[in-house]
């Protein structure tokens, strides 16, 4: 089983820019959740979809992120415009039926500048 | 607001010893209970999970589950340096989401 895979592991862009965080979750999970972490607020919940079917996304900051999942392996996260503020590591994790742990990626870590 | 708290630490303790970590939770309707840990710069690993009252033991690793007092901790026996790394709490009630706390620092010094 190869895990949890995202891309890119780095990313650095201007203020402004949009950016792309991909996700690949484990074959045969039918849950997926992005996380962002930062030393202030620690892990926070951004977006959990079911089936990939979006059921709660009361974490996503604002408008400037949005997220899908188009089928049952792939999903993006995007922000547009970045800011500085958005400068984080950000994870995606995977998760079989309920009530297993979730599986997270090696995350991405990003910096707006 | 459903929240999960830990002590930041840094939790110090000597090679050898037992460290214990400790998490409380609000949501009285949680079922399941996750104790990962997270090494500098990597992501959080699954290390225990719990869902009934009293202790579970996995190796070196107990964790112990107290619903009346809506506590869980993870005591690491014999601890070692390769220990030494941030321990995440993380809740799962009724809702399909689990809820992390913001993790404890462990010191395994030699």
């Known amino acids: 089983d190869a895990g949890v895979i995202q891309s890119p592991r780095h990313e650095v862009t201007e203020m402004g820019q949009e950016v792309t965080l991909r996700c690949k979750p484990i074959?045969?999970?039918?849950?997926l959740f992005w996380y962002r972490q930062t030393m202030m607020r620690g892990l926070e919940l951004l977006i959990y979809?079911?089936?990939?079917?979006?059921?709660?996304d009361s974490g996503m900051p604002e408008d400037r992120f949005s997220a899908k999942m188009p089928n049952a392996s792939f999903s993006t996260l995007k922000i547009q415009p970045s800011e500085p503020r958005d400068s984080a590591v950000y994870f995606c994790?995977?998760?079989?039926?309920?009530?297993?742990?979730?599986?997270f990626g090696n995350g991405t870590r990003l910096t707006v500048t | 607001q459903k929240e999960v708290e830990q002590n930041s630490g840094p939790l110090s303790v000597p090679e050898g010893a037992i460290a214990s970590l400790n998490c409380t939770y609000s949501?009285?309707?949680?079922?399941?209970f996750f104790w990962y840990r997270q090494y500098s710069g990597k992501s959080p690993e699954l290390i225990m999970f719990?869902?009934?009252?009293g202790d579970k033991e996995d190796g070196r690793f107990t964790a112990q589950l107290n619903k009346a007092s809506q506590y869980v901790s993870l005591l690491i026996r014999d601890s070692q340096p390769s220990d030494s790394a941030t321990y995440l709490c993380?809740?799962?009630?009724?809702?399909?989401?689990?809820?992390f706390g913001r993790g404890t620092s462990l010191i395994v010094h030699p």
């Open positions: 993380a809740v799962k009630g009724g809702s399909y989401i689990p809820t």
């Open positions: 994790a995977s998760r079989s039926d309920q009530p297993s742990p979730l599986h």
């Open positions: 979809f079911n089936n990939n079917v979006p059921i709660d």
């Open positions: 949501d009285r309707g949680s079922q399941s």
């Open positions: 074959s045969g999970h039918n849950s």
């Open positions: 719990i869902y009934s009252n």
